[in-house]
Nanobody, 114 residues
């Protein structure tokens, strides 16, 4: 059973930054492409960033150039550095594989005030 533990969310003003962290509690980190998703009420979960085992990454257009995904294999951790935040980034953020292989964690709430 894989457990995903997200943290780092909070309240920030427009233009601010946050760093999210996700620990994947199972040691097969290097075999999967990991991803960050976000979800707002009434909308489907959206994949916004992914990172492959070779550390190459992809981003949704909405976050390209503002968000940066990274991974720490030694700590089974994937992080999301978010900059230039806007109210449109307000959502619950989740991590998972790029295929949403595992059960979802609790997520971490990010709220960006105008």
């Amino acid at each position: 059973q894989v457990q995903l533990v997200e943290s780092g969310g909070g309240l920030v003003q427009t233009g601010g930054s946050l760093r999210l962290s996700c620990v994947v509690l199972k040691n097969f980190f290097r075999e999967h492409t990991l991803a960050w998703y976000r979800q707002t009420p009434g909308k489907p979960r959206e994949l916004i960033a992914s990172i492959r085992p070779d550390s190459t990454s992809d981003y949704a257009v909405s976050v390209q150039g503002r968000f940066h995904i990274s991974q720490d294999n030694a700590q089974n951790r994937v992080s999301l550095q978010m900059t230039k935040l806007t109210p449109e980034d307000t959502a619950v953020y989740y991590c998972n594989s790029d295929r949403a292989t595992w059960s979802w964690g609790q997520g971490t709430q990010v709220t960006v005030s105008p």
